[in-house]
């Protein structure tokens, strides 16, 4: 006990309380700006801490960015559940709303684009969300196909490669990425809602079951 009667732990615990709220809001803006390319040590220096203080708390940069993104995918797979029980009733809305959704979220941050295009990054409970949400885009698509508001020969995997698309134009130039995504979104749409000649097949190596 302290002089003062309280337990000398007490502000110890605040102080680590402070340094995760503040490593893990760093880790959330370097994450968001760069991707999983950043290094815990640029974490620790724009969190204000020292390196020692983040390895005690996160092991890796991938336990780090999951904390970070879990939030993140928690409301990705809230929505795409939602866009799955829309597109029962309004499947052309769904599909593109969750689209627009998917991509604004890539623009808005780079980690999370680069998780969603890459299915061998990021921790085995991202990627088992990424599978779930897959499940749901199926869904999205099918209904899609039932209710011929799409071409026929629509694939999921042709939302993989404009979601692979805008992790590209990310890499190439993110400071004009916000003004050219809307356009490239645009084109995509027009094209899977267009009953125009058949696609080439679907490559094998795209045809798959996860994200």
């Known amino acids: 006990m302290t002089p003062g009667g309280g337990s000398p732990n007490k502000p110890?615990?605040?102080?680590?309380e402070r340094n995760r709220s503040a490593i893990l809001a760093a880790a959330a803006r370097l994450l968001a700006k760069n991707g999983l390319s950043v290094s815990l040590d640029d974490v620790a220096a724009e969190a204000g801490v020292g390196s020692a203080t983040l390895y005690r708390r996160f092991s890796s940069r991938d336990e780090l960015?999951?904390?970070?993104?879990g939030q993140?995918?928690?409301q990705y797979a809230a929505r795409t559940e939602a866009e799955r029980a829309r597109s029962h009733h309004d499947p052309w809305g769904a599909l593109t709303s969750y689209t627009h959704f998917v991509v604004e979220r890539q623009i808005a941050d780079r980690a999370f684009a680069e998780v969603l295009s890459s299915p061998g990054l990021g921790t085995p409970?991202?990627?088992?969300?990424?599978?779930?949400t897959y499940r749901d885009l199926q869904a999205i698509v099918?209904?899609?196909l039932d209710a011929k508001v799409v071409r026929p020969d629509l694939h999921c995997s042709d939302l993989?490669?404009?979601f692979r698309a805008v992790n590209g134009l990310l890499a190439a130039d993110a400071a004009t990425a916000t003004e050219a995504w809307p356009r490239l979104v645009a084109t995509f749409l027009v094209a899977w809602r267009s009953?125009?000649?058949a696609l080439p097949p679907v490559s094998p190596a795209w045809d798959r079951t996860e994200v």
């Open 195 to 197: 009953d125009g000649p």
């Open 142 to 144: 099918q209904n899609a």
């Open 12 to 16: 110890l615990r605040a102080d680590a």
């Open 160 to 162: 993989l490669m404009l």
């Open 72 to 74: 993140q995918m928690a």
């Open 65 to 69: 960015a999951s904390d970070v993104l």
């Open 125 to 132: 409970a991202l990627r088992e969300d990424l599978d779930r």
